[in-house]
């Protein structure tokens, strides 16, 4: 596995601003980044915040907001201990900012606190500026004693307790954001997090205490995974428990592993958008890193004669922006690189290599990454992966979003032939909504749509006017239902393709559809005539059908008449003649009866959920990935009994895997890591390499060649590919077990 390198190249705007109001605290917190760590520039600071750089700050913020134009920004009042600032001071503070933002972006203002002041007076000033606060408690009485004293050793405990109760009052909880907790490895977790959750928090973060190389972290049983076996314990404690409580880090881990982003700087390869303000206005990059050496944080900026755009584009900022770039080679070839992130920053620290390193927590980190991925088990599995039903209605659901998609982005543009269509398809689905789903699940109907909308998206007008299809939709949905509603279809061309059913020539632009037994009346200006739908009859060709080829004998359409199937990598057949279309329904029983001959099973999973194939020209190979709903197919017509089989299954098994992706995470980040590929001579993205090894298990297993090398190599590098959620690495499992049985 290797990376792309590919790096952030644009300035990313800051979004979190970290506003130091006072540089004191009135705690003296032994594992404190700030006052024990190696940077002390605290000393040179002013205690607390000055009005000029107050009012400074606004208009740094307000310039910001509005050139990058931010719907709203986030702002954390801190510290030292911020409440040493005094309420007054502090609302003036909020009223300076939120008036300097006014009109340019909304404000999230927040306060970290250690909790000890806070009271009536304070809540009031955040409650008329909606400040959400943040308190600092390492757990139970004795859990918090170890480091979170006052500098003559008294407890803060009861001063905490105090606060918090204050906040969970039921006028002031509107403002409790949550709890911060540094762990302490002497501490058991599960006492810590019944502490913790029974203060009731909207949210929990678990801190690791910071560390780097040159200072590694406590491992009071020297082993080399203190915290992932603590974390464990505690996760399981909260899982088991029905997770009461958000806890922020276990959240992430769990989003991460099934595609979702990172909830935290200190795990994922999310670019980092925060900033520091310093009481005297300097501008620095995040705390931890004073944890590092001394000026670690330094940027040389400040609000004065600085624009955030100025800090954001200096080079330790933007290191830290880099995603999989910024991370070092070890991480870089990881298969959990993308929910650790190579850890927080600071942690990564070495003074003979700087920040181009694992993470101190390195192994903690992996194990944990790994064992709640085994604890999260089917519940971080896409169910569409084993339950052909689920992935079916998603695929469904998926369908009829993209059609209200487009009905919202016509708005009200589509004119009256869209409208009245709109009108039926509702009604047809009141009356005979089987009806309507047939034709919807058409797959060529996820064709138009899609086609459709990338044509609005890009500003130009679809290929053309979306009430053609949509009316003969709803005229098909009539017919096939047998409903009494009337139906006007608009025609292209003088033709019209009623999805599912066929395609009636006629040589006007409009005409009226009403259902009859075994087929429909068709009104054209004053005339009206019957059409069966087993034809041939006048001007109608009859979609064909290949009989007991689905699913337990289930009929697939044979469909070379719609007008939107030209949607795969090689064009389509016209209409076959009828002893063309013969000829290939013939080669067709052949080459499924070859598959059930040859391996039983994979003929059967290639029946199931088939429904439509389309005839393209060529002799090998299927069409490639068609961009069409579930169940099409398209398979060269003038191919050999053999060609036609391992078209019909490596075709079946590519739409199979493209259907589980469209509706399920199976990777993220794709092509930032390359892959060597067994087939094609040359590293890959994991799609390509996922999409080969999925058809190339099938194929070697037809083929009965017993060479299977190839595939097992492919399913090694998938297997540590970092990009794979924990869905993709269910398919792989699944993959895994195939190639077993069938080789």
Known sequence: MESTGAGAARLIPFREFVVKVHSRCDLACDHCYVYEHADQSWRQRPAVISEAVAERIAERLAEHADAHALPSVTVILHGGEPLLAGPARLRRLCEVL?????????????????????????LDVFDAYGVKVGVSLDGDREANDRHRRFANGRTSHPLVLKALGLLGRERHRHLYQGLLCTIDAENDPRAVLDALTALAPPRIDFLLPHATWETPPARPDGRPDTYARWLLEAFDHWD?????????????????LRGGPSLTESLGLAPTDLVVVETDGTLEQADSLKTAHEGAAATGFDVFRHSFDEVAAH?????????????????????VVRSCGGGLYAHRYRAATGFDNP????????ELVERVERRAGPAAVAPETAEPAVLAASQQELTRVLLVRLHEELAGSGGADWQRSWELITAVEAEAPDALDAVLDHPYTRTWLLGALDALRQGRPPDEPPAFRL??????????????????????GGELYLPTLGLLRTGGTAVGIRAADGGFHVREGGTQRRIALSG???????????????????????????????????????????AGAEAWRRRLDAARALLHRTAEDLARETEAGLTTLTPLTGRRGPGGGGRCGPGALGVPCAGGVRETALALLTGRRRARLRELTEVADLYVLDGEWLHESPWRGRPVPVSVLLADAHARVAVEAFRRSGRGADVERALDRLSGAAELTATGRAVVAQLRQEFEKFL
């Open 98 to 122: 939120t008036r300097g933002l006014d009109g340019v972006a909304g404000l999230d203002l927040r306060i970290h606190t250690n909790g000890l002041r806070l009271d009536e007076e304070f």
């Open 536 to 578: 041939p009859d006048l001007g109608w060709q009859p979609v064909r059908v290949w009989r007991g080829a689905g699913a337990g004998g289930a009929p697939v359409a044979l469909d070379d008449l719609d007008p939107y199937r030209d949607c795969y990598s090689r064009p389509p057949r016209p209409r076959l003649d009828r």
């Open 315 to 335: 080079p330790g900022i933007r290191a830290r922006q880099l995603g999989l770039a910024g991370v070092s080679a070890p991480c870089r070839a990881c298969p």
């Open 240 to 256: 088991a428990q029905g997770r009461p409580v958000p806890v922020r880090m276990f959240d992430s881990l769990l989003s991460t």
């Open 359 to 366: 993470s101190v927590y390195c192994t903690d980190l992996k």
């Open 471 to 492: 009316s003969a939709l709803a005229a098909a949905a009539v017919v096939r239902g047998r409903s009494e509603l009337p139906a006007r279809v608009v025609l292209r």
